[in-house]
């Protein structure tokens, strides 16, 4: 499926060090964070980030690609 080989070349990209709101203001195609770099104002640092990687299966994401 060409959207998962998308979503798994940014990953991979992100993970060498390019620069994520770069990447998001790109490939986003989400209307609401998309201009703003992915920025989806409401996790910040330290706060509920680590749940919402392990909810969306990104806890793991250097050994899942």
Do not use: M, T, W
């Not at 195609?29 to 919402?52: M, T, Y």
């Amino acid at each position: 499926d060409q959207a998962k080989k998308q979503a798994s070349d940014v990953l991979q990209r992100a993970l060498k060090g390019e620069n994520f709101e770069d990447l998001a203001k790109q490939y986003s195609q989400d209307p609401g964070s998309k201009d703003k770099g992915g920025d989806l104002d409401f996790v910040k640092n330290g706060g509920n980030g680590s749940n919402i990687k392990s909810r969306f299966g990104f806890d793991n994401a250097h050994s899942a690609v």
